[in-house]
């Protein structure tokens, strides 16, 4: 597929479920590949516990076929439908990076299809592609297949405390007094609450539950997973309904509704990791107009640029109805690796927001300069300028990246946008050639 | 490429010279314009306009005299844009002359410049440029129309008939470019103190070039169908359309 494209003369880009918020599963003009026709398992061992499987799989496969099992998917985004080669691509992270890391770190070998040949790499094999595909959107090659380490669960169930928190101050004491704690561990914040209130806080933090601290009707089969979808939003309304008065109402609802200290409460793998996902197509509430999400990270000794992030968006009034903030642990050696030791935050706002563009490039800085960076998977907006400053190994993984695919044959949206795939070299090349025929053609001038 | 909020890092302009197109460059430059084509016939004036962006940051800003009546050269002057972009998120069609109602509804070569300057040029450009937008897959066309054009009136028809004329054209475009990718953005100013207009009495509710710009900006990042600017001559003119001739001669601007 690579070499008929690539002779065609047209750029390819993996996609799977689509559920990037920005533009890396995008190609305007290129061919875009649908993985999730490659589902299959190809082996496994569940006693050792690992799997491996087509990138096409997804997690809710995984879990629903594995979960029963006593076995579990041991990073998980909010949402259960994504891919395994959608969650190597972004390095995808989970509430409990402070403790295991990013999806990646538990990839013990993984099968790239790249221009040039498809091969097999592990972290010990290629460490220099196997990072710099972890977390490279894609642009390092065609994740074909995937092996994955597990984890030994006794049950389907969840041990959640929750406690409010009173502002972002006391959210942010809470968590850094107590995360270590928990294997799970993240905050709702309500973003429209401003003045004393600014940042205040649902903490839910989680254990898997084992087998005698279930009793009832889930100790009768505590293994059982099998998550519905209650509700479809059936149609995009127009306008959508999710506005700062809607959104208020709701955050009051939510932040009264949630205990102010609630210990070791059984919740299902589902409604503690996967609440959304019972929401289906929740993406409509916004209207055809849509949302941007904003996630970045910031140093732990960056946190006053977190306020003023905080601030910003609070004075704006733009309706961001889901805010999580959550404790990042180390970083891994993916140099486009996303999360970093600090505090990251994530905001979905209605893409119609007045001022909304202008706001987000003034927060990209606030973030940069505070040693931060945003979230390629999320991204959709970040002016390129600011790339390098965000992560700062970009020349180095650009270098792996030319090294596997020197004609650019892998291209997204997010990478013609953000200036991704071009190497510097030709890049500078480019240049020269555009000036020469500047001067060249009859009347251009510079 | 552009980004989700409608934002381009390249444009060309055809009129580079127009007060709109230039207010319009200067909000996308502070965002993230770095490489724009200013195409126009006014070379002096063209070089000015480039000065100004370039001191606002952009990285590369070339000018190209052109001329919107040399059909002949409109698809080599599009692939020659195409070529130095990479991606041409952006197409600002700005060119329009007001021509002299007077002298028009003597001269039959007059009326004839003015149409092929607003119209029939405009129109083979945009065919030209539709053409690289259609490859990529991506793109915004933008087209300065006129209320002029929604229902003309007897001081100035001929530049309303032109203007009638882009704007159905720009219309059946935007559907004929719908499933590609790209898009068409017809913008309706109602009087604009600009060069064009110098030296006549404004209409009513008129406006600036600057505020125009900002309109259109905003309908970028809403891939509006259609901007109107102001916002409220959408209303006005529904309600204009109606009227009866006998009334329509009355209404002054």
Redesign the interface.
């Given at each position: 597929m690579l070499t008929a494209a690539a002779s065609a003369g047209r750029t390819v880009v993996a996609r799977g479920l689509a559920r990037s918020y920005?533009?890396a599963a995008q190609?305007?003009?290129?061919v875009v590949l649908d993985t999730t026709a490659m589902a299959a398992v190809h082996d496994s061992d569940l006693e050792a516990g690992w799997v491996r499987v087509d990138a096409g799989v997804s997690l809710d496969t995984l879990m629903r076929w594995l979960v029963p099992k006593g076995w579990w998917v041991p990073v998980t985004p909010g949402t259960r439908y994504v891919t395994v080669g959608g969650a190597i691509a972004a390095d995808i992270h989970g509430k409990n990076h402070h403790r295991d890391g990013s999806f990646c770190s538990h990839v013990s070998a993984l099968t790239l299809a790249t221009p040039g040949g498809t091969r097999e790499i592990t972290p010990g094999g290629d460490a220099e592609l196997f990072w710099a595909t972890a977390g490279g959107m894609g642009l390092t090659g065609i994740v074909l297949e995937a092996t994955i380490r597990l984890l030994r669960v006794e049950t389907a169930y969840m041990l959640v405390d929750t406690e409010r928190a009173t502002d972002l101050e006391d959210a942010m004491a809470r968590m850094t007094a107590r995360d270590d704690e928990y294997r799970y561990s993240v905050a709702w914040i309500d973003c429209l609450a401003k003045g004393r209130r600014l940042g205040r806080a649902v903490l839910t933090r989680a254990e898997h539950a084992d087998l005698v601290n279930l009793s009832g009707h889930s100790a009768g089969d505590p293994l059982a997973f099998d998550p519905r979808v209650l509700l479809e939003v059936p149609i995009t309304p127009p306008g959508g309904l999710l506005n700062p008065l809607t959104v208020a109402a709701f955050n009051e609802m939510w932040y009264r509704k949630a205990p102010r200290w609630q210990a070791r409460k059984p919740e299902t793998l589902a409604s503690y990791f996967h609440p959304l996902d019972a929401l289906g197509s929740w993406n409509r509430l916004y209207g055809p107009?849509g949302f941007?999400q904003y996630q970045f990270v910031v140093p732990f000794d960056a946190e006053d640029a977190l306020r003023v992030v905080l601030e910003r968006v609070s004075n704006a009034r733009t309706a961001s109805f889901l805010a999580v903030l959550k404790r990042f642990g180390e970083a891994n050696p993916g140099p486009l690796s996303f999360p970093t030791a600090g505090w990251t935050l994530a905001l979905d706002i209605p893409?119609?927001s007045p001022g909304?563009?202008?706001m987000l490039?003034e927060l990209d800085v606030v973030v940069a300069e505070a040693g931060g960076r945003v979230y390629l998977a999320k991204d959709?907006?970040?002016?390129?300028e600011l790339l390098g400053a965000m992560y700062p190994r970009l020349g180095e993984w650009r270098e792996v990246r030319d090294r596997v695919d020197p004609d650019c044959r892998l291209v997204s949206?997010l990478a013609?946008?953000l200036g991704l795939v071009e190497p510097v070299a030709q890049h500078r090349q480019?240049?020269a050639r555009?000036q020469s025929?500047?001067r060249s053609?009859t009347?251009?001038?510079? | 490429m552009n980004d989700a909020l409608g934002m381009p890092q390249t444009a060309v302009v055809l009129g580079g010279t127009s007060d709109i197109a230039r207010s319009v460059m200067r909000g996308l430059a502070t965002r993230r314009l770095r490489h724009v084509v200013l195409a126009g016939r006014d070379e002096p004036g063209l070089e000015d306009a480039a000065k100004e962006l370039k001191a606002l940051g952009v990285a590369s800003v070339e000018t190209i005299t052109w001329d919107a009546i040399d059909e002949a050269t409109h698809g080599a002057l599009a692939r020659d844009v195409a070529g130095r972009m990479g991606q041409v998120d952006l197409v600002l069609v700005a060119v329009g002359v007001l021509g002299e109602q007077d002298i028009c509804e003597s001269d039959p070569s007059a009326t004839a410049s003015v149409l092929r300057t607003n119209f029939t040029g405009l129109a083979a450009a945009m065919v030209a440029f539709a053409q690289i937008l259609r490859s990529q897959g991506q793109g915004r066309l933008v087209v300065l129309s006129s209320v002029a054009g929604v229902r003309v009136r007897r001081s100035n028809f001929v530049y309303g008939a032109s203007k009638a004329g882009l704007d159905a054209f720009a219309q059946g475009l935007a559907e004929a470019l719908r499933p590609t990718g790209a898009g068409v953005t017809i913008v309706r100013p109602g009087w604009v103190a600009t060069r064009m207009t110098a030296g006549r009495s404004p209409a009513p509710m008129a406006t600036t070039p600057e505020a125009v710009a900002a309109d259109i900006i905003r309908g970028l990042e809403r891939r509006a169908d259609v901007v109107w600017s102001p916002a409220s001559l959408k209303v006005l003119f529904a309600l204009l359309r109606l009227l009866p001739k006998s009334v329509w001669r009355l209404v002054p601007g």
């Open positions: 920005g533009d190609s305007a003009g290129g107009r941007i893409a119609g909304l563009g202008g490039d959709s907006r970040l002016r390129p949206d013609r946008r480019s240049r555009g025929r500047a053609t009347g251009a001038r510079r | -």
